[in-house]
Antibody
Framework: QVQLVQSGAEVKKPGASVKVSCKVS????????MHWVRQAPGKGLEWMGG????????IYAQKLQGRLTMTEDTSTDTAYMELSSLTSEDTAVYYC?????????????WGQGTLVTVSS | SYELTQPPSVSVSPGQTASITCSGH??????VCWYQQTPGQSPVLVIY???TRPSGIPERFSGSNSGNTATLTISGTQAMDEADYYC?????????FGGGTKLTVL
C-alpha cells in the first residue's frame, strides 16, 4: 500500500515561490507516476501536472507552464512541487496523488494535502 | 480547452438511488473516473476506467459512460455517502476534472 506524506502548511508573500514535498513509502518513487492536484478554498479539484509513463516525461497544465516545476529525489523517494511568482489565486490545498498500478491516469492514493496561503 | 460539466448539487433520500452526471464532448470515447471527497479530507477514488470499483469501495457504487455523458450511480444511498463527487478524464495529455457535485442525503 502506498503512503504519501506531505510537508506542512506554508504562508508566502505575493511574488515568492513555494516548494512542497511528498514522501513515498510502501513503494519506490520509480515505480509510481506522481501527479499534483490543487484545490482552492471552497472550489473544485484542479490538475497541475505529473509524470507521463508512456512518454517518460513530466507534463504540466498549460496555465501553470513556466511557473511550475516538478522534481523527484529517488534516493529518498520524495517528490517535490515548486510554484513560483505566487499570487492570491494560488492559495489552495496542494495534493500529491498517484496510483499503485503506475498508470498515471487515475489516482488511488493521495497525500494529506498541504495548505499554501499567499498573502501580503 | 476540454470541459466536464456536472450539476452543482443532487439530493437523494436514504435508501434511494442517486445519479450524478458528467458531460463532455465525445466523453464516451474517453475513460472516466470518479472521486468522493468529504470536508477536510483528501479525495477517494470510487470508480475508474468508467465502471471499475477499486478494492474496498462498496458495490452500491457503479459507473457508466456513453455518448457525451458519464454517470455515477449510488444504489441504496446511505448517509455516509453525503460528499462532493468529481469526475475526471484525460484530453490531449491533460487531466480534466468536472466542477464537482454536492450529494445531499436527506
Amino acid at each position: 500500500q502506498v503512503q504519501l506524506v506531505q510537508s506542512g502548511a506554508e504562508v508566502k508573500k505575493p511574488g515568492a515561490s513555494v516548494k512542497v514535498s511528498c514522501k513515498v513509502s510502501g513503494y519506490t518513487l520509480t515505480e509510481l507516476s506522481m501527479h499534483w492536484v490543487r484545490q482552492a478554498p471552497g472550489k473544485g479539484l484542479e490538475w497541475m501536472g505529473g509524470f507521463d509513463p508512456e512518454d517518460d516525461e513530466t507534463i504540466y497544465a498549460q496555465k501553470l507552464q513556466g511557473r511550475l516545476t516538478m522534481t523527484e529525489d529517488t534516493s529518498t523517494d520524495t517528490a517535490y512541487m515548486e510554484l513560483s511568482s505566487l499570487t492570491s489565486e494560488d492559495t489552495a490545498v496542494y495534493y500529491c496523488a498517484t496510483d499503485e498500478a503506475g498508470s498515471g491516469s487515475y489516482y488511488t492514493d493521495w497525500g494529506q494535502g498541504t495548505l499554501v496561503t499567499v498573502s501580503s | 480547452s476540454y470541459e466536464l460539466t456536472q450539476p452543482p448539487s443532487v439530493s437523494v433520500s436514504p435508501g434511494q438511488t442517486a445519479s450524478i452526471t458528467c458531460s463532455g464532448h465525445k466523453l464516451g470515447e474517453k475513460y472516466v473516473c470518479w472521486y468522493q471527497q468529504t470536508p477536510g479530507q483528501s479525495p477517494v477514488l470510487v470508480i475508474y476506467q468508467d465502471t471499475t470499483r477499486p478494492s474496498g469501495i462498496p458495490e452500491r457504487f457503479s459507473g457508466s459512460n456513453s455518448g457525451n455523458t458519464a454517470t455515477l450511480t449510488i444504489s441504496g444511498t446511505q448517509a455516509m455517502d453525503e460528499a462532493d463527487y468529481y469526475c475526471q478524464a484525460w484530453d490531449s495529455s491533460t487531466a480534466v476534472f468536472g466542477g464537482g457535485t454536492k450529494l445531499t442525503v436527506l
